[in-house]
C-alpha cells in the first residue's frame, strides 16, 4: 500500500524511485513526498494518473502545468478544483473533466433547453459534489438528451466585485449589468462569451430554458443552497 509511506524515514521519503512506487499504487501517497519531489513533473503525473485528486498535493507550479491538470482531470473530473487559475476554467480541462460539451453546436435528441443552478465547485475551498452533479446529468438516460447549460464550466467575469452579493444591483439584464453590452454578448452570434458577467449569462440561459419549454434544476448540497 503506497500509503504505507507515512511511516517511512526521511531518506526513504526522499528517494525518488520509491516515493514512485508508492504513488504508482496509491496516488495520495504523494502527500507524504518531501517538497523536491513535489514537484518533480514525471513523478506528479504518476500519482494524479491513479487517482487524480491527488493534484492537490502537488506542488504549487504542476497545479499550474496543462499537461500535469489534463491528466488528473481525465482521471477524476472533480480534480480540476485543484488546478490554479485559470486552468480551472480552461475549456480544454473543462473537456477533459466531462464538462464541457465537445461541439458547442451538438444536436440533441430533446429541443427544451436545462439550467443547472449549483454551487460553484472549480474553487478548491469547495466541494465536488455539483461537479459531480453536471458529469451524472451527462450519462443519465433521460437528462443527457437536454442541452444542459452548466454555469461552472463557462470561462466568466462579473460586474459584481464579490460575484454573489445579493445588494449589488446587476440582475442578469442589459439594463442593470455593469458591463456593456459589447462585453456581455459575442458581436457575431449575439450569445454570452468568455468575458460575460456571469449573472447576465445565467439570466440568457434562464430566458432560453424558459422560451423552449425546458427546466431548471437546483442542486441542494447537505449545507444548503449556494448564495
Known sequence: NGLALEFASDTLKSDGEIVLAAVKSQGFALAFAPDHLKNDKDLVFAAVRQIGNALQCAADKLRADKEVVLAAAKQKGAALKYAKEPLNQDPDCLKAAGLFDEEENATYARPEKATLSVKFSLAEQSTPYATEFAKFMKSDDFLKHFKTYNPNAWCKDSCDP??????????????????????????????????????????????????????????????GLGD
Open 162 to 223: 464579490d460575484f454573489t452579493d445579493i445588494n449589488h444591483p446587476c440582475r442578469g439584464s442589459l439594463h442593470t449589468c455593469g458591463f456593456l453590452e459589447s462585453q456581455n454578448l459575442d458581436s457575431v452570434t449575439k450569445r454570452p462569451c468568455k468575458k460575460t458577467c456571469w449573472r447576465f449569462a445565467f439570466r440568457f440561459h434562464q430566458q432560453e430554458s424558459k422560451d423552449t419549454n425546458g427546466f431548471m434544476i437546483q442542486v441542494e448540497e447537505f449545507h
